[in-house]
Nanobody, 124 residues
């Protein structure tokens, strides 16, 4: 069983940057594809980014491509999401998730474990 804890969220202004972290315990993350999802007010949970087990492949939602970067440090059992040029529409609760499937545009129903999320609020 893998436990995930996200951190790094907060209230920022449009154009600012944030770095989210996802710390894992229980098992090594190197066995899993890792994803970030987000859920905005009144919306469903949507895919943001994914990274392969060895970090040699990444995928991004079109809405964040060029602004967000997913990375991982398997030695530290950590996954990160660097978010630059934040927009109002990036306001959401951000979740880290892992799965045994090949890296790609992830779907919530394919994830095997989740963190509790961290809130990101972008103001004008």
């Amino acid at each position: 069983q893998v436990q995930l804890v996200e951190s790094g969220g907060g209230l920022v202004q449009a154009g600012d940057s944030l770095r989210l972290s996802c710390a894992a315990s229980g098992r090594t993350l190197s066995s899993y594809t890792m994803d970030w999802f987000r859920q905005g007010p009144g919306k469903g949970r949507e895919f943001v980014a994914a990274i392969s087990r060895s970090a040699d492949s990444t995928y991004y939602a079109d809405s964040v491509k060029g602004r967000f970067t997913i990375s991982r440090d398997n030695a530290k059992n950590m996954v990160y999401l660097q978010m630059n040029s934040l927009k109002l529409e990036d306001t959401a609760r951000y979740y880290c998730a892992g799965s045994n499937i090949a890296v790609g545009v992830g779907a919530p129903e394919d994830m095997d474990f989740w963190g509790q999320g961290t809130q990101v609020t972008v103001s004008s």
